[in-house]
């Protein structure tokens, strides 16, 4: 069983930063995707960025040059996904969730709230 524990959301300006941080306590194993979605409210819930075990990732276009997903994975039993957010605009506003897969299950944190507003 995995754990998965998200910080760094909050109200922020237009044009400003944000680092969320998504703790994942249990074994993860050597394969798997970490994950960011949002879900704005109104909306279908999204695929933000995601990061494999091999470190190759991805972006959806609407968030390309300004976030950046990245991992520590110093050991198997504490992995920590991140999402750094620059140029943050008020259409960023949303509930980010943090999900893990691997081939026996996929796991959600409980989401964080960004507000991007003046």
């Known amino acids: 069983q995995l754990q998965l524990v998200e910080s760094g959301g909050g109200l922020v300006q237009p044009g400003g930063s944000l680092r969320l941080s998504c703790a994942v306590s249990?074994?993860?194993?050597?394969?798997?995707?970490m994950h960011w979605y949002r879900q704005a409210s109104g909306k279908q819930r999204e695929l933000v960025a995601s990061?494999?075990?091999?470190?190759?990732?991805?972006?959806?276009d609407s968030v390309k040059g300004r976030f950046t997903i990245s991992r520590d994975n110093a050991n198997n039993a504490k992995n920590t996904v991140y999402l750094q957010m620059n140029s943050l605009k008020p259409e960023d506003t949303a509930v980010y969730y943090c999900?893990?897969?691997?081939?026996?299950?996929?796991?959600w944190g409980q989401g964080t709230q960004v507000t991007v507003s003046s």
């Open positions: 999900k893990v897969a691997n081939p026996q299950r996929i796991y």
């Open positions: 249990g074994s993860i194993g050597r394969l798997y995707y």
């Open positions: 990061i494999a075990s091999d470190g190759s990732t991805d972006y959806a």
